[in-house]
Nanobody
Framework: QVQLVESGGGLVQPGGSLRLSCAAS????????MGWYRQGPGKQREVVAS???????NYADSVKGRFTVPRSNARNTVYLQMNSLKPEDTAVYYC??????WGQGTQVTVSS
């Protein structure tokens, strides 16, 4: 399995932006899909976004138009660009890769 390390979480005010990074321990060039999940307080883990090896993306309805998921094969990194953040986006965000790899998660808190 590939090791994944998320970073970039923190506290942000409503309407603000954050960019999360997910760095893989080896090349992701041939990975069919990488994704982001989140788990809010008292909620089940849910999918947020994913990106395939050819750049196709999918987003949860709740984040469409606000989040994007760029991918850098050269840097073995997938990002989650989050704009227009809302309090309901507060969650621990996890990165995933094929083969069942998960990162340790990074906390995002949206609050004034």
């Amino acid at each position: 399995q590939v090791q994944l390390v998320e970073s970039g979480g923190g506290l942000v005010q409503p309407g603000g932006s954050l960019r999360l990074s997910c760095a893989a321990s080896r090349s992701i060039f041939f990975f069919n899909a990488m994704g982001w999940y989140r788990q809010g307080p008292g909620k089940q883990r849910e999918v947020v976004a994913s990106i395939s090896s050819d750049g196709r993306t999918n987003y949860a309805d709740s984040v469409k138009g606000r989040f994007t998921v760029p991918r850098s094969n050269a840097r073995n990194t997938v990002y989650l660009q989050m704009n227009s953040l809302k309090p309901e986006d507060t969650a621990v965000y996890y990165c995933t890769a094929p083969g069942g790899s998960w990162g340790q998660g990074t906390q995002v808190t949206v609050s004034s």
